[in-house]
T-cell receptor, first 111, second 111 residues
Framework: RKEVEQDPGPFNVPEGATVAFNCTYS??????FFWYRQDCRKEPKLLMS???SGNEDGRFTAQLNRASQYISLLIRDSKLSDSATYLC????????????FGKGTKLSVKP | DTAVSQTPKYLVTQMGNDKSIKCEQN?????MYWYKQDSKKFLKIMFS???????INETVPNRFSPKSPDKAHLNLHINSLELGDSAVYFC??????????FGSGTRLTVV
């Protein structure tokens, strides 16, 4: 069974803090990796793709470790507006691909 | 111009009724999905269709039947609705296992 596991949290952090989320996946044939963000009562939206070499987008850094089968997301200088649920997503199957979501990690940034 | 649109946005119905939720995407994607998000906020895949063919059919009651008339549409029909079916249902699409785009969700309440 293809599984994507995340710590559900919640992570309660003060503004300005650095917070990291990890995610593990079970299928070594996974080919694509993403972080999504979901705000309360809204649909999930793509935050960033995760590349083998790691990638950064402003305060957000994503890393992929294929050998250990985990993905990480680092958020620096947390803002109140970062409060949301962060979903780890793994893509399988190439041209007949599909996306499997983790259960999400809830982040709450406090003033 | 909405990329993934699903209707209706809200659906309140009585136990035992049959209802359908429609989904359409104009992104030219070859894969479409139905996800269920329950009261615990976990996003769980129900079905995945690639080029109109069923790829994933997770353990859902056979009261749920997806229908894909073409690559741009994936509808969900639910027979004999039960209280436990109350949830938010999200449609999504992707190009193979690349990042997915979600519809805004259908909030189903069974009374």
């Amino acid at each position: 069974r293809k599984e994507v596991e995340q710590d559900p949290g919640p992570f309660n952090v003060p503004e300005g803090a650095t917070v990291a989320f990890n995610c593990t996946y079970s299928n070594s044939a996974s080919q694509s990796f993403f972080w999504y963000r979901q705000d309360c009562r809204k649909e999930p939206k793509l935050l960033m793709s995760v590349y083998s070499s790691g990638n950064e987008d402003g305060r957000f850094t994503a890393q992929l470790n294929r050998a250990s089968q985990y993905i990480s997301l680092l958020i620096r200088d947390s803002k109140l507006s970062d409060s949301a649920t962060y979903l780890c997503v793994v893509g399988y199957g190439g041209s007949q691909g599909n996306l499997i979501f983790g259960k999400g990690t809830k982040l709450s940034v406090k003033p | 111009d909405t990329a993934v649109s699903q209707t209706p946005k809200y659906l309140v119905t009585q136990m035992g009724n049959d209802k359908s939720i429609k989904c359409e995407q104009n992104l030219g994607h070859d894969t479409m999905y139905w996800y269920k998000q329950d009261s615990k906020k976990f996003l769980k895949i129900m079905f995945s269709y690639n080029n109109k063919e069923l790829i994933i059919n997770e353990t859902v009651p056979n009261r749920f039947s997806p229908k894909s008339p073409d690559k741009a549409h994936l509808n969900l029909h639910i027979n004999s609705l039960e209280l436990g079916d109350s949830a938010v249902y999200f449609c999504a699409s992707s190009q193979s296992d690349r990042e997915g785009t979600f519809g805004s969700g259908t909030r189903l309440t069974v009374v």
